[in-house]
């Protein structure tokens, strides 16, 4: 789940920079508003990759992706691409611990001596 998850999380680091430069283009905002929020996002997007596994960690994963949708009624295209990384998102802990639990189940019937194929 981790690899999913962190592969998920690092796209998003890029997305949220490159909303940053959109929405430098809205006269409304300040350079310093947008790289301060953006720059909030980002670094929790990385930092989110180290904690996926600890309690809370996928919880604040879903927290970013309600923020990164959220950020379409600045930027309008996250809308989409929110929406487009909360569903990887959603692939990546479902099937990542469907992926764990299969590793899991491997190496149960390695240790105790069975054929794992």
């Not at 920079?17 to 909030?40: H, Y």
């Not at 309600?66 to 989409?80: E, K, P």
Request: hydrophobic content about 55%; proline content about 3%.
């Amino acid at each position: 789940m981790r690899t999913l998850c962190a592969s998920t999380l690092i796209g998003e680091f890029f997305v949220i920079g490159f909303a940053g430069l959109v929405a430098m283009k809205d006269p409304d905002l300040s350079m310093a508003t947008v790289w301060t929020v953006s720059g909030i996002f980002m670094a929790v997007s990385v930092l989110l990759c180290g904690m996926i596994t600890r309690p809370g960690g996928v919880q604040l994963g879903w927290a970013l992706q309600i923020a990164l949708i959220a950020s379409g009624f600045v930027v309008g295209s996250m809308f989409f691409l929110g929406a487009i990384f909360a569903a990887l998102w959603w692939a990546s802990v479902h099937y990542g611990r469907k992926i764990d639990e299969a590793k899991a189940r491997f190496a149960a019937q390695a240790e105790a001596g069975g054929n794992p194929a």
